[in-house]
């Protein structure tokens, strides 16, 4: 499925976060392997075992966050970053980043759900705010599950 937004307040703010404010992304395990896999390869569950087995999750937040076109606009913009970090959180391996801008903070969190599926997070805060929040938002992504069956033969399952 689709991203899941979630906020603290009654509206999604578009440019700057006041103090207080936190917004968050969830972003499925299908839009991740866009980085890896082309479309055919995703839809088809065709993805190479030699590409498969590169995909965990700080290499998931390396190539979503980390790409040379990313790095350049990061420097353009005045944005700082700590490097991806790999933890546990709910039993399962998990890797995260932050970020820091001129307008805002940023936390990436990416847990692997099993079978090459990685589910990330991306929360913002105002400037300085994101560790307010960052017990609850690994908390958010340590409750992530994922039903990893849509590469399923459907035509022997008995539950259509």
């Given at each position: 499925?689709?991203?899941?937004l979630?906020?603290?307040?009654?509206?999604?703010?578009?440019?700057?976060?006041?103090?207080?404010?936190?917004?968050?992304?969830?972003?499925?395990?299908?839009?991740?392997?866009?980085?890896?896999?082309?479309?055919d390869?995703?839809?088809?569950?065709?993805?190479p075992?030699?590409?498969?087995?590169?995909i965990?999750?700080?290499?998931?937040?390396?190539?979503?966050?980390?790409?040379?076109?990313?790095?350049?606009?990061?420097?353009?913009?005045?944005?700082?970053?700590?490097a991806?970090?790999?933890?546990?959180?709910?039993?399962?391996?998990?890797?995260?980043?932050?970020?820091?801008?001129?307008?805002?903070?940023?936390?990436?969190?990416?847990?692997?759900?099993?079978?090459?599926?990685?589910?990330?997070?991306?929360?913002?805060?105002?400037?300085?705010?994101i560790?307010?929040?960052?017990?609850?938002?690994?908390?958010?992504?340590?409750?992530?599950?994922?039903d990893?069956?849509?590469?399923?033969?459907?035509?022997?399952?008995?539950?259509?």
């Amino acid at each position: 499925g689709g991203n899941v937004l979630i906020t603290n307040t009654n509206q999604l703010a578009i440019n700057e976060l006041v103090s207080g404010q936190i917004q968050t992304q969830i972003i499925p395990p299908d839009f991740n392997l866009t980085a890896f896999a082309d479309r055919d390869q995703i839809v088809n569950c065709t993805i190479p075992e030699e590409i498969a087995s590169q995909i965990n999750p700080q290499s998931v937040i390396e190539r979503q966050m980390l790409s040379p076109e990313r790095l350049a606009s990061y420097d353009s913009q005045g944005v700082t970053y700590i490097a991806p970090q790999t933890i546990t959180i709910g039993g399962r391996n998990a890797a995260y980043m932050t970020l820091f801008t001129p307008d805002r903070d940023a936390l990436v969190v990416a847990v692997d759900l099993g079978d090459g599926n990685i589910a990330s997070l991306m929360a913002f805060s105002a400037p300085n705010e994101i560790g307010n929040y960052s017990t609850d938002l690994f908390s958010i992504a340590a409750s992530f599950q994922y039903d990893s069956s849509a590469c399923v033969n459907l035509s022997d399952s008995t539950d259509l």
